[in-house]
Every structure is written in structure tokens, then in C-alpha cells.
């Protein structure tokens, strides 16, 4: 049975790699494509390019690595190797998550509607909104490296990484000493995600009733533009659930299934959301659906 679920997750993750490569890669050639022959690009593009580059990487990253731990345990992971890959790992998975989240509050400056005097001057300025939104995730980045390189010199100092049990031991103590640093630092972008989401579902209501005071019963642009970009972001904070599934399944390993068996697992839902949710973003985005739809027919 055990041998059945671990080809069965063994495809996921491919099938996973392998739609999220394309996703991603298919959204940064559209937005470069487009920048190359009309040489001028939308504000939300190099935050859709940005984002596809950084999980293309993130993708990769992960996918060689957890192959090079499956395929030779303990045999090429030394200290500095296992410092490089959860530092990088850790860059581009924040940077990722931030580049979601500046995606979900630049779709909620364009769409929402208040008559409240900061959200006004906030969507004036919404490029130093996400100016600022940049500064405070590599902050951030820093200090959520900082505490890794700390957890691990901890880790260093009491065991000898010397043989692949006790890296194994180590890596399990590390994800154990500090449990929710990692999902605190999750947690913050997504908190962002879902309160954008409540305050334009606020906004699509302030604008419905608005709608049937003035007696207009047929959709106008407003709403539709709410209800695609509502529609986008419960699906990226759906997708955000399941990397904290990942983050739960890492703290509470020790106590599931087998440990092959769990690994796949495990990396079947962290790769989940960077590969999913490139799709989401281009069915959601007027231009990629369109320039999806040609490649298709053509």
C-alpha cells in the first residue's frame, strides 16, 4: 500500500513541477514579449514577472534538492551546503509570498471604492505603497534568515553533522526548535492577502447597495471588475491554506506516517501553491488568458 501512495505522490510532484514551470515561465515571456515590442508595460507586469521568475527558481531549488536527499541521503549535505540551500530556499519562498501579496494589494487599490480620506491617498500613491510593502518584506527576509542561521548554529554547536542520521536529527530538531517562526513570518502576508479580500468584499457590497439605490440592476464595469478580482484572490488564499498544510505537516512529522512516505507528502503541498497558483493568476488577467487562448489555438 505504502508503495502505491509513494508513486502516486511521486506523479503529483511531477505533474506539479512540471505545470507550475510552465505556468510561471508562460507569464514571464508573455510580460517580456510584450515589453520587447511595445515597449511599455502595465503597472501590475513586473509584479506578475517578478513573482513567475522568483517560483520558477523557488521550483527548481526544491525540486533538485529534495531529489539530491532522496537519491543520496547524507552523502553530499555538509554545513555549508545545508546553510546555502535553506538561506536561498528561505529568499525566494518570502520573496514569492511578498510578490503574492503585493499582487493582491496593488488588485485592491485598483478596485475597491471608499470615500475614506487615507484609502484615497493611499490609491493616489499606490507605487509607494508598494515601495513600502517591498522594504518591510526584505526586512523582514532578514530577520526570518537571521533566526535560521541562529537555530542552526545551535543545532551545530550541540550535534556533530558528520553522518546522515544525525543531519537527519538536526534537521528534525531544527524544524522542532522553533516551530512558528516560520509560520509567523508566513502569516503576515497572508494576514495582508485576507484582509485585502474582506475589504473588497466590503467594497463589493458598499457598491451593490449603491447600485440598487440608484435603481441600476444590470452589472457595470465596477462589479465585475470586484467580483474577477474577489474571485482571484479566494483563490489564492485557498492556495495560501495549503502551504500552511505544509508548515503543520513539518512541525507535527515526527508524530504521522512513515518517513518516505511523508516526505512526498510534505513536498507535494509545499510546491503546491507556486505551481497552482501561476494558473489562477493568468486566468485572472485579461491579457494572459487572451495570449493563453492563441497559443492554444495556434
Given amino acids: 500500500m505504502n508503495d502505491v501512495l509513494q508513486i ?21 515571456v508573455v510580460n517580456i514579449m510584450d515589453l520587447v515590442k511595445r515597449r511599455k508595460i502595465s503597472s501590475v507586469d513586473p509584479i506578475l514577472t517578478a513573482l513567475a521568475i522568483s517560483r520558477i527558481a523557488l521550483l527548481w531549488l526544491l525540486s ?3 531529489c539530491l536527499f532522496m537519491i543520496y541521503p547524507g552523502k553530499w549535505m555538509t554545513e555549508r551546503i545545508v546553510r546555502i540551500i535553506l538561506s536561498v530556499g528561505t529568499t525566494f519562498n518570502h520573496i514569492s509570498l511578498w510578490f503574492a501579496t503585493s499582487l493582491s494589494i496593488f488588485c485592491f487599490f485598483k478596485v475597491a471604492n471608499f470615500s475614506n480620506h487615507i484609502f484615497l491617498y493611499l490609491k493616489i500613491r499606490v507605487k509607494k505603497v508598494m515601495a513600502g510593502t517591498f522594504i518591510i518584506s526584505l526586512t523582514l527576509l532578514c530577520l526570518n534568515i537571521i533566526l535560521i542561521n541562529a537555530s542552526e548554529n545551535i543545532l551545530i554547536n550541540e550535534y556533530n553533522i558528520t553522518m546522515s542520521n544525525s543531519l537527519i536529527l538536526n534537521n528534525a530538531q531544527l ?30 457590497w458598499k457598491h451593490q447597495r449603491k447600485m440598487q439605490r ?63 497558483h501561476s494558473w489562477v493568476l493568468i486566468l485572472g488577467n485579461a491579457k ?11
Avoid at 474571485?231 to 512541525?251: D, P, R
Avoid at 506516517?257 to 507556486?274: D, H, M
Fill in 8 to 28: 502516486t505522490f511521486i506523479v503529483i510532484l511531477s505533474v506539479e513541477f512540471i505545470i507550475g514551470n510552465f505556468g510561471n515561465g508562460f507569464i514571464a
Fill in 288 to 298: 494572459l488568458r487572451k495570449a493563453l487562448s492563441l497559443y492554444s489555438c495556434g
Fill in 175 to 204: 524544524s522542532m526548535l522553533f516551530p512558528f517562526a516560520n509560520t509567523m513570518f508566513v502569516f503576515i502576508p497572508f494576514a495582508v492577502s485576507l484582509v485585502t479580500l474582506i475589504l473588497l468584499f466590503f467594497s463589493l
Fill in 214 to 276: 440608484s435603481a441600476h440592476r444590470c452589472r457595470d464595469a465596477s462589479m465585475k471588475a470586484h467580483i474577477r478580482a474577489l474571485q482571484t484572490l479566494i483563490a489564492s488564499i485557498f492556495l495560501y491554506s495549503i502551504f500552511f498544510l505544509y508548515l503543520f505537516i513539518k512541525v507535527w512529522s515526527s508524530l504521522l506516517l512513515k518517513r518516505t512516505l511523508l516526505l512526498l507528502i510534505k513536498q507535494a503541498v509545499r510546491i503546491a501553491f507556486p505551481s497552482m
Fill in 64 to 66: 533538485v534538492s529534495w
